[in-house]
T-cell receptor, first 114, second 114 residues
């Protein structure tokens, strides 16, 4: 079975401090992993993706994520939070074992405190 | 601009009414899908299509129908609306079923059933 768990439903950080959004997955095959961001009343935008190339993936707006197979994790980080980073973040996994369907985590709401 | 277009953006239905949510993409993507987003549950797959004339069920298909007569369009039909179908609906597309480049999402349709 395939699943994805976002360990925190809400995260609050102060502007200028680091961001860490945690994601663990389970997969029977080599997975593809994604992070999406959703700003209020908007659609989902792709932040970054891992598809079996480099394990440290850089995305847009200064975000990056590291694929750690031994820990089955794909945590999202950013060195310095900006007010515009306040949004909902979704971790997504897919693999060929389930027809490459995308499975979404339940989301992490990021609040940035000025 | 190229992308996924969803209409309408907002809709209120009475219980038992039917309606069609429209989705169109102009990127010549093979794969299209419909998700619903509910608080605390992430996005759940309703139906998907891997090409014109081919559709299949996702995780939560009951109460919904789809068709794919052209590559561009993938409408979602609610046959007899129920309050449990109150949700935000997203259409997504990708070049291939594997979606290695990630999905492109529409801006969503917010549906309320009273």
């Amino acid at each position: 079975a395939q699943s994805v768990t976002q360990l925190d439903s809400h995260v609050s950080v102060s502007e200028g401090t680091p961001v860490l959004l945690r994601c663990n997955y389970s997969s029977s095959y080599s997975p593809s992993l994604f992070w999406y961001v959703q700003h209020p009343n908007k659609g989902l935008q792709l932040l970054l993706k891992y598809t079996s190339a480099a394990t440290l993936v850089k995305g847009i707006n200064g975000f990056e994520a590291e694929f750690k197979k031994s820990e089955t994790s794909f945590h999202l980080t950013k060195p310095s939070a900006h007010m515009s980073d306040a949004a909902e973040y979704f971790c997504v996994v897919s693999d060929r074992g389930t027809g490459n369907q995308f499975y979404f985590g339940t989301g992490t709401s990021l609040t940035v405190i000025p | 601009n190229a992308g996924v277009t969803q209409t309408p953006k907002f809709q209120v239905l009475k219980t038992g009414q039917s309606m069609t949510l429209q989705c169109a993409q102009d990127m010549n993507h093979e794969y299209m899908s419909w998700y619903r987003q509910d608080p605390g549950m992430g996005l759940r797959l309703i139906h998907y299509s891997v090409g014109a004339g081919i559709t299949d069920q996702g995780e939560v298909p009951n109460g919904y129908n789809v068709s794919r007569s052209t590559t561009e369009d993938f409408p979602l039909r609610l046959l007899s609306a129920a309050p449990s179908q109150t949700s935000v609906y997203f259409c997504a597309s990708s070049r291939t079923r594997q979606g290695a480049g990630g999905y492109t999402f529409g801006s969503g349709t917010r549906l309320t059933v009273v």
